[in-house]
């Protein structure tokens, strides 16, 4: 069982930026894809960002691309940052990271079988 912990969400105003950290447990698989997904009241489940451990390729929802990326730490691998930049209201959601060993799933969130408890982002204007 791989845990993961977001933490970094609050509360910004609009222009702002922020930073969310995804933390997860030691585990083993050689390849894996670690994403980003957002859910806001009445909306459906978002992808926002994903990473692919194995050539640390990215891709991004078009809502966020050129305002939000997605890094992993090299020094703490089991540690993954979505820096947002250009905060707008329309990205208020409660943000969530999750871990799939199948690649090609992102933007559907469907294969990806371990999730975070999330973390509230709350953009004001």
């Known amino acids: 069982q791989v845990q993961l912990v977001e933490s970094g969400g609050g509360s910004v105003q609009a222009g702002g930026s922020s930073r969310l950290s995804c933390t997860t447990s030691s585990y083993t698989y050689s390849s894996d894809v670690l994403g980003w997904f957002r859910q806001a009241p009445g909306k459906d489940r978002e992808g926002v960002a994903a990473i692919y451990t194995g050539g640390g390729i990215t891709d991004y929802a078009n809502s966020v691309a050129g305002r939000f990326t997605i890094s992993r730490d090299s020094a703490k691998i089991t540690t993954v940052y979505l820096e947002m930049n250009n905060l707008k209201s329309e990205d208020t959601a409660m943000y969530y990271c999750?871990?799939?060993?199948?690649?090609?799933?992102?933007?559907?969130?469907?294969?990806?079988?371990?999730w975070g408890q999330g973390t509230q982002v709350t953009v004001s204007s």
């Open positions: 999750a871990l799939t060993i199948w690649p090609g799933y992102f933007p559907d969130s469907s294969g990806y079988i371990y």
